[in-house]
């Protein structure tokens, strides 16, 4: 069915389901999409001179992103910034985004970088919808393992943010990670789960605990129970 596109509000609807029901997108969205900036051409990749890189996802499987950043070594600001995204517009936005706020006003420091959260990336996009704010996330895992690699270059070790993934169904090797990705990508019940994971199906105290996963990722990015 071909796409209708709704002017509504400064904003456009792109409805895609027969009963009218579609995903509302910033005109912010739209801009960095079609227009995106600091993106690294492959030509610029041998001369961008960075010291640090991100990369998270997987084009197997969805969005992955690539962020490449310069780092003073001496002030720890990011002077410069380049990244390449292979997902959705919303996906290609977050990064572009992203890469405009870090950059502002001389460069982030990156500790003031590190407490830049997904609701923040959104905020500047102005809002996503609730089936895509997964890409704002991305964005800041990104940033995140960008900046842990200088750590790394850089003899930091101790400075070296972990997210400690927890075996949840130890039979299957899922992960709070796993289900955290799952809720993500649209999962709202335990059957969701269970069809996209297999987690828990025989074993009642694995299902208990993927249930108050579920709801705490559910409260946490949807504000829903």
């Known amino acids: 069915m071909p796409k209708k596109i709704i002017k509504k509000s400064n904003k456009t609807i792109d409805v895609r389901s027969n009963d009218g029901d579609g995903w509302l997108y910033s005109d912010i969205v739209?801009?960095?999409?079609?227009?995106?900036?600091n993106f690294m051409r492959y030509e610029e990749e041998k001369t961008?001179?960075?010291?640090?890189?991100?990369?998270?996802?997987?084009?197997?499987c969805g969005d992955e992103m690539v962020l490449w950043l310069i780092i003073d070594t001496k002030t720890e600001k990011i002077k410069d910034c380049r990244w390449r995204t292979f997902?959705?517009?919303?996906?290609?936005?977050?990064?572009s985004i992203?890469?405009?706020?870090?950059?502002?006003?001389?460069?982030?420091?990156i500790s003031q970088a590190l407490k830049i959260t997904?609701?923040?990336?959104?905020?500047?996009?102005?809002?996503?919808?609730?089936r895509k704010?997964?890409?704002s996330v991305l964005g800041d895992k990104a940033l995140q393992a960008a900046i842990n690699d200088y750590f790394r270059k850089t003899g930091q070790h101790d400075k070296i943010i972990t997210a400690g993934?927890?075996?949840?169904?130890?039979?299957?090797?899922?992960?709070?990670?796993?289900?955290?990705?799952?809720?993500?990508?649209?999962?709202?019940?335990?059957?969701?789960?269970?069809?996209?994971?297999?987690?828990?199906?025989?074993?009642?105290?694995?299902?208990?605990?993927?249930?108050?996963?579920?709801?705490?990722?559910?409260?946490?990015?949807?504000?829903?129970?």
Not at 48 to 60: D, I, L
Not at 101 to 106: D, H, L, N
Request: proline share 3%.
């Open 98 to 109: 992203l890469s405009e706020m870090i950059k502002e006003k001389g460069g982030m420091n």
């Open 48 to 60: 961008f001179k960075f010291n640090a890189v991100g990369r998270v996802g997987s084009p197997a």
């Open 165 to 225: 993934a927890k075996v949840i169904d130890t039979k299957l090797n899922i992960t709070d990670h796993d289900i955290e990705e799952a809720v993500l990508e649209g999962a709202e019940t335990l059957e969701d789960l269970q069809k996209k994971l297999k987690v828990g199906i025989s074993d009642e105290k694995v299902k208990i605990a993927v249930e108050e996963l579920l709801h705490f990722y559910k409260e946490k990015y949807f504000n829903k129970s």
């Open 133 to 135: 704010i997964h890409c």
């Open 30 to 37: 739209k801009d960095h999409f079609f227009s995106p900036r």
């Open 87 to 95: 997902g959705c517009g919303s996906a290609i936005a977050s990064t």
């Open 118 to 130: 997904p609701q923040d990336i959104m905020e500047r996009l102005g809002g996503l919808p609730d």
